[in-house]
């Protein structure tokens, strides 16, 4: 069974400081990996997805197979940044995927 | 355009009514879903239909009922509502050929 562990609930910084979002998963298979990021009362959006590499809003997030970790990071965090993140797993069945989310971590960006 | 709608953005309603939450995706996915965010802001999937059929049930009471009556298309009807229903209900939709899945903007429940 495919497991996405947040152990962060809550994470404070102030702005300007660098921020790590927490995520580990458990999958037997090939995994793929995704942050979505939801502000305040507003739907979940896709901020990243391990397989484009890329970096959204100056976030990052490297998929680690040896540790089995996908944490979001990034060097100078901003209080537009506060929101809720979670960390997905996604899984193919014969007919569609299946996201797993971990239990999101809260980040607040203090000014 | 709005990718995927939902509707009502809000119900409050009394315990033991029957509701129903809509949804409604214009991306030509073949796959709906509904997640609900309960208090805690866990979220967890309930159900996904591919093309109309039922892919997903996971252990959601019976008083739960999804109906698509066309692939853009997935309602919630939920019976006899309790407590514990009260929560953000999010409906998604992906295809096989796209790499994520689009949420809609939630539908707040409040059971009183």
Redesign the interface.
Known sequence: AQRVTQPEKLLSVFKGAPVELKCNYSYSGSPEL?WYVQYSR?????LL?H?SRESIKGFTADLNKGETSFHLKKPFAQEEDSA?Y?CALRRW?T???????G??T?LTVNP | DTAVSQTPKYLVTQMGNDKSIKCEQNLGHDTMYWYKQDSKKFLKIMFSYNNKELIINETVPNRFSPKSPDKAHLNLHINSLELGDSAVYFCASGGTSTDTQYFGPGTRLTVL
Not at chain 1, 95 to 100: A, C, I, N
């Open positions: 995704f507003q739907r979940l959006q896709l997805r397989i809720m979670y069945e007919s569609g995927s299946r996201l797993t989310f239990e999101g809260q």
